[in-house]
């Protein structure tokens, strides 16, 4: 897994991009209802744009 930086004034649309503790009002835009996950990072998003490795997340029922 590479190391992003990425500093809350600097506009970017991957999630993996933002810093663990970021409380920004755009990446809470990126993750709501998440539909994929990230290969890397884990982390979540409603679009596969916005992560670096998307995998389709299944539903379960």
Excluded at 8 to 29: A, M, R
């Amino acid at each position: 897994m590479s190391e992003r930086k990425h500093s809350e004034q600097e506009s970017t649309n991957k999630v993996c991009d933002y810093p663990p503790d970021s409380k920004s009002k755009e990446l809470k835009l990126l993750t709501k209802d998440p539909a994929y996950v990230c290969r890397d990072c884990g982390r979540s998003a409603t679009s596969h744009e916005n992560l670096c490795r998307p995998e389709r997340m299944f539903s379960t029922w």
